[in-house]
């Protein structure tokens, strides 16, 4: 039987070695399964998951406080997080043409998805009645 989600999410590529534990010592990327076209799919997803975490930070009805805002903040996006870092090592440290057209596709989203978020009213609002 098979079942049909009725949300409008994409399917997660579960061949996408960004998509699951590293299962490796200390959770090391396993860089000899990641392709250069498991980036964007992995860049795309963390910005929407961080989107939705921030979200959740903004609409958070309690006060303000270190632990719900700062902190949520500090790990909001983690898999964005994980990404980048795989990602921008890897093209500064053995890059190559296809990396280059990702770094080149993907420096603007990442620009505009941070403005997104430091430039977000209500988060703001909420960092400064802690500070």
Known sequence: MNLISCKNEKQVDKSNPFFSEF??????????????????PAFEKGMTDGRNDIEQIVKNGQTPTFEN????????????????????SQASANTNDSLKKIEVEISPKLAAYSDEIRLNPDLFKKIKYIL
Do not use: C, Q, R
């Open 69 to 88: 805002t700062i902190l949520a903040m500090d790990n909001a996006g983690e898999l964005l997080s994980n990404v980048s870092s795989v990602f921008f």
């Open 23 to 40: 299962n490796t010592p200390f959770n090391v990327p396993a860089f000899e399964k990641i392709m250069a076209k498991h980036y964007m």
